[in-house]
């Protein structure tokens, strides 16, 4: 199944569980008198919206270069986390301005103590959202997708919120109903945390941030093995949105001729595309390397 199609599949599955979901934790959350896990509700809602923009993003980031984007349209799908991060830290906010108001009304002792079956929807909540998480960054991690990465990191955002008002509720049924908004201020905070993270993740494939060292190493030591390579001289390495791109420079016999000398750098080129996932293209120069002899002595 091609990349894409996971993307899509697993899109719509999410889509369909939140919604489920979302209405189930809202009608508790009214039901149950708990404001904690009303915003929990809002903030599932906030996933099917969220999912949207994943798929959309996904789907153009998978377009074909053209003559305006020669070098594909990866960096769609930079785009498309970096507004489900807006999304993200939007819904934080909001949440967080509820609780102010309702801790405001605690102090004043007019808050409702919230029934069992708030309890109940967001124990629910807690495991559905956790096993949402895993299946999501699974197949994230397997297409090398930063949107559905994203994705997955807000239903893990989600799965935090829904500990803070099972926290909430279940404080406020043992006489403290004001833990009930506490929680759900502290549930902003994990929810920022995400977003920022999802920015920074998506900003760094935007600005040709370099692969981690252990990648690096790695190609330089493959490059090295290649038959006719006396040297790496240089490795350059640039994110462009899920994908890599590789500048290299070798050094071979100086005495090659040229026809031998592009079929070794044509065989770098092959190995690193071939060797290293989401490499989608690599540049190879070769310097002549002198002959012992010919270098100048001191």
Not at 91 to 119: H, M, S
Not at 182 to 191: E, M, Q, T
Request: a negative charge; proline letters at 2%; charged letters at 20%.
């Amino acid at each position: 199944m091609q990349a894409k199609q996971i993307a899509m599949k697993v899109s719509l599955v999410s889509i369909i569980i939140n919604f489920i979901l979302s209405a189930f934790k809202l009608a508790a959350g009214l039901i149950a008198n708990s404001g904690a896990l009303v915003s929990d509700a809002v903030h599932s809602a906030s996933d099917v919206f969220s999912t949207f923009i994943v798929m959309i993003g996904i789907k153009l980031a998978d377009k074909k270069p053209d003559k305006n984007h020669e070098y594909g349209h990866e960096r769609i799908e930079c785009v498309a986390a970096i507004l489900l991060a807006f999304v993200l830290a939007a819904t934080g906010i909001g949440i967080a301005a509820d609780a102010i108001t309702k801790i405001q009304t605690g102090i004043n002792g007019d808050l409702a103590i919230p029934g069992v079956l708030a309890l109940v929807a967001a124990g629910t909540s807690i495991i559905v959202k956790e096993v949402m998480f895993r299946y999501t960054k699974h197949y994230a991690k397997k297409i090398n997708s930063g949107a559905m990465m994203a994705d997955a990191w807000h239903h893990r955002s989600d799965a935090l919120s829904s500990v803070g008002s099972l926290i909430g509720v279940g404080g406020a049924m043992l006489g403290l109903p004001i833990l009930d908004p506490i929680a759900s201020g502290i549930i902003c905070l994990f929810i920022l945390k995400a977003a920022f993270d999802i920015t920074k993740d998506a900003v760094n494939k935007m600005v040709d941030t370099a692969c981690d060292d252990k990648t690096e190493e790695a190609m330089k030591e493959k490059i090295l093995q290649v038959d006719g390579v006396i040297a790496l001289d240089d490795l350059k390495t640039r994110l462009f949105g899920n994908k890599i791109y590789i500048d290299v420079e070798i050094a071979c016999d100086g005495n090659l001729t040229l026809t031998d000398s592009h079929k070794i750098a044509e065989e770098v080129h092959l190995m690193l595309e071939n060797s290293f996932e989401n490499v989608k293209h690599c540049t190879v120069h070769v310097n002549p390397q002198k002959p012992e002899e010919d270098e100048p002595t001191d």
